[in-house]
């Protein structure tokens, strides 16, 4: 079972927006719409922040986005806090077998 | 609302068997959707396994072979039993809890570490 495959790290300054790629296969991201965001902050546990591609729990903020082509699916954050540094984790359905799968984990530093 | 608590001993010796509990508290453990995720020291999450109540059990292929996830559900409780381990085991574990779906895991815990040490 592969882990999804992600940036280990990108960074923005305050205000700005970054964007987060996580790519699969058509085995995972690329068939299946059960795609989910995870911020964790060390130390944390995890929240939830996009499931179905792009819907936000309540209480996320809107300048959190999710989208998906292909086999590849993208977390935007736009207006970049200070809060928003951390670890972001894409998660997805892969099938009966494998079920499900994690990405590697993007580092986001706010400059 | 829910919450999730895991507890187990911290240190297990190469060979044996970790086992952690995880207690719920705010729900019944008869509805929505439970899971066991890791994440070893300076790495990702690793997905262990998932379960609904009065469904089905599904494992992480690579751990399949080691992995028992069960349920109490008179103590409102869900535990994991991974044998035979190694130094690769050692990770803080979670529990969470998926509202929706087998996929999402809405509600998590705070973690519990295990070292795997002689």
């Known amino acids: 079972q592969s882990a999804l495959t992600q940036p280990r790290s990108v960074s923005g300054s305050p205000g700005q927006s970054v964007t987060i790629s996580c790519t699969g296969t058509?085995?995972?991201?690329?068939?299946?719409?059960?795609l989910s965001w995870y911020q964790h902050h060390p130390g944390n546990a995890p929240t939830i922040i996009i499931y179905?591609?792009?819907k936000r729990p309540s209480g996320v903020p809107d300048r959190f986005s999710g989208s998906k082509s292909g086999n590849t699916a993208s977390l935007t954050i736009s207006g970049l806090q200070a809060e928003d540094e951390g670890n972001y984790y894409c998660?997805?359905?892969?099938?009966?077998?494998?079920?499900?799968?994690f990405g590697g984990g993007t580092t986001l530093t706010v400059l | 609302q829910v919450q999730l608590q895991e507890s187990g001993p911290g240190l297990v010796k190469p060979s044996e068997t970790l086992s952690l509990t995880c207690t719920v508290s705010?729900?019944?453990?008869?509805?929505?959707?439970w899971s066991w995720i890791r994440q070893p020291p300076g790495k990702g999450l690793e997905w262990i396994g998932n379960?609904?109540?009065?469904?089905?059990?599904y494992y992480n292929p690579s751990l399949k072979s080691r992995v028992t996830i069960s349920v109490d559900a008179s103590k409102n409780q869900f535990s994991l039993k991974l044998s035979s381990v190694t130094a690769a085991d050692t990770a803080v574990y979670y529990c969470?809890?998926?509202?929706?779906?087998?996929?999402?895991?809405?509600?998590w815990g705070k973690g519990t570490t295990a070292t795997v040490s002689s």
């Open positions: 379960f609904y109540y009065s469904g089905s059990t």
């Open positions: 969470a809890c998926g509202k929706v779906s087998y996929y999402y895991m809405d509600v």
């Open positions: 058509s085995s995972d991201v690329g068939s299946y719409t059960h």
């Open positions: 179905d591609v792009s």
């Open positions: 998660c997805s359905f892969a099938g009966s077998d494998t079920h499900v799968v």
């Open positions: 705010g729900t019944s453990i008869r509805s929505y959707y």
